[in-house]
């Protein structure tokens, strides 16, 4: 696997496990956005792998979800453990 598959699919497990989260919540898009200072359709972009955020809306989606980044990024990196591996050098 290159590593811009490897990339794409690491997106792709973002996107999951930010909706994932806010199902678990229990909310809509809109309080989850409310909550991370966001507009609804940044969220939307975000859940749906067609906006890459920067590390402040990733940051502001952790924290509007109730979890720190590297809580975030952990449960990122714990759904590519099952459909991915990490290209070696």
């Not at 496990?17 to 956005?33: F, H, N, Q």
């Not at 955020?53 to 714990?78: D, N, V, Y």
Request: net charge positive; hydrophobic share 40%.
């Amino acid at each position: 696997m290159t590593s811009d598959s490897w990339i794409k699919a690491l997106i792709a497990n973002a996107s999951q496990s930010v909706k994932e989260r806010r199902e678990t919540l229990g909310w809509t898009i809109y309080r989850a956005a409310a909550e991370a200072g966001l507009s609804w359709l940044a969220v939307k972009q975000v859940e749906r792998g067609e906006r890459r955020p920067s590390l402040e809306t990733f940051c502001r989606l952790a924290a509007g979800l109730q979890m720190k980044p590297s809580e975030l990024l952990a449960e990122i990196e714990k759904q590519s453990e099952h459909t991915q591996k990490i290209p070696k050098k």
